[in-house]
């Protein structure tokens, strides 16, 4: 399972730091194909202002649309189509035999891509397993076991959750709801930096490894 996706329960709960600190631990190469709202900056730029440099490489982006909404949407504002088979295309091109690649998404597994194509369908199509992020509000709960039993009924491999902010009780509870692991918490940080990202990396990279092993 050298393609690792990174989804999340829903917008805003740190995925991208998530993919940051799981590019770090397997020193892997990092790629988010569609990026919306982008006149803001980039996850991209983001990542890779946090990873090692001359260790990861962080691929362009096959698509990035300005608009700050559903790269479906996003793309019919500018007349773009996305094309999914071709994002499966480059991920074999641009992916080296043996190593790991962190692939980020938009939004969560129900994003649709196209009118036609959801977020899961493409993480199918690239035969990834997935780590959900995940952070406690109200709601949290419901949010993540349908993430869960999204990814159960499609049959997609799973490596487990990595949680943001401080410990609540309602990881627990959807740790055993769900079935799937704990790989992890990101603390919140008052700063995101290169070094904060290299220290949550060494703590998960143990449990990272063994769940590749």
Same mark, same amino acid.
Request: charged share 15%.
């Given at each position: 399972?050298?393609?690792?996706?990174?989804?999340?329960?829903?917008?805003?709960?740190?995925?991208?730091?998530?993919?940051?600190?799981?590019?770090?631990?397997?020193?892997?190469?990092y790629w988010k194909p569609v990026q919306s709202g982008s006149e803001e900056g980039t996850d991209t730029?983001?990542?890779?202002?946090?990873v090692p440099e001359g260790v990861t490489i962080c691929h362009p982006e096959a698509y990035v649309l300005?608009?700050?909404?559903?790269?479906? @949407?996003?793309?019919?504002?500018?007349?773009?189509? /996305?094309?999914? !088979?071709?994002? &499966?295309?480059? $991920?074999?091109?641009? *992916?080296?035999?043996?190593?790991?690649?962190?692939?980020?998404?938009a939004g969560g597994l129900l994003v649709p891509l196209t009118d036609d194509v959801l977020t899961l369908?493409?993480?199918?199509?690239?035969?990834?397993?997935?780590?959900?992020?995940?952070?406690?509000?109200?709601?949290?709960?419901?949010?993540?076991?349908?993430?869960?039993?999204?990814?159960?009924?499609?049959?997609?491999?799973?490596?487990?959750?990595?949680?943001?902010?401080?410990?609540?009780?309602?990881?627990?509870?959807?740790?055993? @709801?769900?079935?799937?692991?704990?790989?992890?918490? /990101?603390?919140? !940080?008052?700063? &995101?930096?290169? $070094?904060?990202?290299? *220290?949550?990396?060494?703590?998960?990279?143990?449990?990272?490894?063994?769940?590749?092993?």
């Amino acid at each position: 399972m050298n393609r690792i996706f990174i989804t999340g329960i829903g917008t805003g709960v740190g995925k991208t730091i998530v993919s940051a600190c799981v590019t770090t631990a397997l020193e892997a190469d990092y790629w988010k194909p569609v990026q919306s709202g982008s006149e803001e900056g980039t996850d991209t730029q983001t990542v890779r202002a946090l990873v090692p440099e001359g260790v990861t490489i962080c691929h362009p982006e096959a698509y990035v649309l300005k608009e700050p909404a559903s790269p479906h @949407l996003a793309a019919r504002m500018e007349q773009v189509t /996305i094309n999914t !088979a071709e994002i &499966v295309r480059q $991920a074999a091109a641009l *992916q080296p035999a043996h190593r790991a690649l962190v692939i980020e998404g938009a939004g969560g597994l129900l994003v649709p891509l196209t009118d036609d194509v959801l977020t899961l369908d493409l993480v199918r199509d690239l035969g990834a397993g997935v780590i959900i992020a995940a952070q406690n509000y109200l709601g949290s709960i419901n949010h993540s076991l349908l993430t869960a039993r999204v990814l159960q009924h499609a049959g997609v491999p799973v490596m487990g959750w990595i949680f943001g902010g401080d410990y609540h009780t309602n990881e627990d509870n959807v740790v055993r @709801l769900s079935g799937y692991p704990r790989i992890g918490r /990101i603390p919140q !940080a008052t700063e &995101v930096n290169m $070094a904060f990202v290299q *220290q949550q990396a060494q703590l998960l990279s143990a449990p990272l490894k063994a769940l590749l092993a």
